[in-house]
């Protein structure tokens, strides 16, 4: 099975305001996923001989890992995007290719985002542990919780404060592209084609064994190793391109409000409906000024045209994010036994409960629709206002910031409770 899920996109300066990078993801699942958004505090881990335990496979551990902020598919260890304390962010595609994907239980894309965040503090870094993992390990095993066999390979699009990096890969074997200004994206295909800043060392001598590449034309990386005709590939219809169009319609003028627009764009498909949907949603602000906080929104809810991007900022001492956390079934949980997936247990966090209900009380109603819809803007509004003020003041209330996604995260949630048409004034500030 083959369906098409997730955009990830970076704007970098001259593209963006005040000389921020801008990093966005869809992730795009199954419908009936739960998706949380959770954190991890940074850890020393004292007994390297104890293994890490990812979502199929154990690992060997590293003596240091850094704070994370995930948003997850609830019965995974991994994530689909997310950021570390230092300013990283990663999101991860499905692709395809000549290369077979292998069933084989290692580790999953969204198992080398987790490890990529909480081992690397630069976007180059997380680059290398995500190339070593994947040499020493290998990528693979089901990417669905259910009966249904969703296997693929990954790309990735790895940003921080001075740059962006894009992964792609075919098995074991991949390419890497260093981007530093303007904007890309990336979706379900392979998309570096001749600017190749980093490969695989025996990348270009396989496609030679296989007969992908004769070995005198330039290489290109995705024409190589997909089906893809890369000179059409800015033109032809399908998401990448819908998404590359929408980026540059914004170049020189995108801002992280920009970014929350594409993602909620459902002409372009982007935002998905269907059987495969929009599940969760991020948009991450890096300032290249150090000095400056990076702020990471997510919605952890269904739609992002009908969710809230709250905002999360890393601080000591941060609160638990209790109500975007699914509930936890310790040995009982069923990919903790084999075969996997013989059962589904309730998944469903605070925020996703009261935001489905919510939305299914209304959706006959137009009027009661449309002031649910309006208080959600309002609240994301005043607190968009709030981030920017810290951005533009430099002031960081780190009392306050310590519960502020929670906050937020309760804010919306008496607004899926509430009947009024008044607008609730945001507690947390």
């Not at 020189?252 to 982007?270: A, H, Q, V, Y």
Request: aromatic residues 10%; hydrophobic residues 35%.
């Amino acid at each position: 099975m083959k369906p098409c899920s997730c955009d990830t996109f970076v704007a970098l300066p001259p593209a963006t305001v005040d000389n921020r990078i801008i990093f966005g993801k869809n992730s795009d699942r199954p419908c009936d996923e739960v998706q949380e958004v959770v954190y991890f505090p940074a850890a020393v881990h004292d007994n390297l001989r104890e293994h890490l335990k990812c979502t199929y496979i154990e690992i060997d551990q590293v003596p240091e890992t850094y704070a994370v902020v995930l948003s997850r598919p609830a019965w995974l260890w991994g994530a689909e995007m997310g950021a570390n304390e230092h300013g990283v962010c990663i999101g991860n595609e499905a692709v395809w290719g000549r290369e077979e994907v292998c069933d084989e239980e290692a580790l999953l894309g969204m198992d080398l985002v987790r490890l990529g965040l909480e081992r690397a503090d630069t976007a180059e870094k997380a680059l290398n542990v995500i190339v070593d993992l994947l040499e020493k390990y290998g990528q693979g095993g089901n990417c669905s919780e259910g009966r249904m066999v969703f296997s693929y390979h990954n790309s990735f699009l790895i940003a921080d404060r001075n740059e962006a990096w894009i992964l792609e890969t075919a098995g074991k074997y991949w390419a890497a592209e260093k981007v530093q200004e303007g904007v890309r994206n990336i979706s379900n295909q392979l998309s570096i084609t001749t600017k190749i800043d980093r490969e695989h060392a025996d990348m270009r001598n396989y496609a030679k064994q296989k007969c992908w590449w004769d070995g005198k034309k330039e290489f290109d990386f995705a024409a190589t190793y997909s089906y893809l005709d890369t000179a059409n590939m800015m033109i032809s219809p399908g998401r990448y391109c819908e998404g590359y169009t929408l980026l540059n319609k914004h170049k020189g003028n995108i801002t992280f409000e920009t970014m929350m627009e594409i993602l909620r764009d459902k002409p372009s498909g982007i935002n998905m409906e269907g059987a495969f949907l929009t599940t969760a949603s991020m948009v991450s602000i890096l300032p290249q000024d150090s000095s400056l906080p990076c702020i990471h929104f997510f919605t952890g809810t269904p739609d992002p045209e009908r969710s809230v991007f709250k905002p999360f900022i890393f601080v000591p001492n941060i609160s638990q994010l209790l109500d975007t956390s699914s509930p936890t079934f310790e040995l009982e949980d069923p990919i903790k036994k084999k075969p996997h997936f013989k059962s589904k247990p309730d998944r469903r966090h605070p925020l996703y409960q009261k935001h489905q209900q919510a939305l299914g009380a209304v959706d006959n109603n137009e009027e009661k629709a449309r002031t649910m819809l309006d208080n959600m803007k309002k609240l994301e509004k005043e607190l968009f206002k709030e981030m920017e003020s810290v951005l533009q003041n430099k002031h960081l209330d780190v009392d306050k910031i310590v519960n502020l996604f929670p906050q937020c995260t309760k804010d919306e949630i008496r607004i899926y409770k509430s009947n009024s048409a008044v607008f609730l004034k945001v507690s947390f500030w």
